[in-house]
């Protein structure tokens, strides 16, 4: 069984997440953020930073809400991409140790959550899609929570590529 570690810190709030895998289990990394919505909330340029980190249709549900709720949902948003983004940390370096040349180059506007406010999976497009095939990246499905000032995620990445080779 190899240990799989996340950490995360914001402000003078810290998290981590530690588990062991089975050899014989999909699971092949996890991941946690914690992220501060008040960093939303003074973005000086929200809308800009908003399109940049944000999928079309998540775009849509934060304006779909009250602006006093926007921030939360796009932190939460941000939160569960930064931790999905997390969990693919260790196939990327067994990866690499394998001498592939592959590498994650996930842009947050094309990782996009399929299920609205709790999480579920999260479904990529575009050239992160096809950077997370040539890894074997399966599913990575996240959990989301909100909290006043901060929001929490969780997230995992499967794969059926275990050995951490490239699918070319």
Not at 7 to 20: S, V
Not at 30 to 47: M, P, Q, R, S, Y
Not at 99 to 106: E, S, T, Y
Request: net charge negative; charged share 25%.
């Amino acid at each position: 069984m190899e240990p799989l570690i996340s950490l995360t810190d914001e402000d003078r709030c810290a998290a981590a997440l530690a588990l062991f895998a089975n050899a014989d289990t999909p699971l092949c990394g996890v991941g946690i953020d914690l992220a501060g919505v008040n960093d939303f909330k003074t973005e000086a340029h929200a809308e800009r930073f908003f399109a940049f980190i944000l999928a079309e249709h998540e775009l849509a549900v934060v304006h779909s809400h009250p602006k006093e709720l926007r921030a939360i949902i796009a932190c939460a948003l941000f939160s569960a991409k930064e931790a999905a983004i997390k969990s693919m940390a260790p196939l990327v370096r067994a990866c690499e140790q394998s001498g592939c040349d592959v590498r994650l180059n996930a842009r947050f506007s094309e990782l996009e959550l399929q299920s609205w406010p709790d999480g579920g999976v999260i479904s990529a497009t575009g050239e992160t899609a096809e950077h997370l095939r040539r890894m074997g990246v399966r599913e990575l499905r996240c959990s989301i929570r909100l909290g006043h000032d901060y929001v929490f995620s969780a997230a995992s990445c499967t794969t059926d590529n275990r050995k951490g080779r490239p699918v070319l």
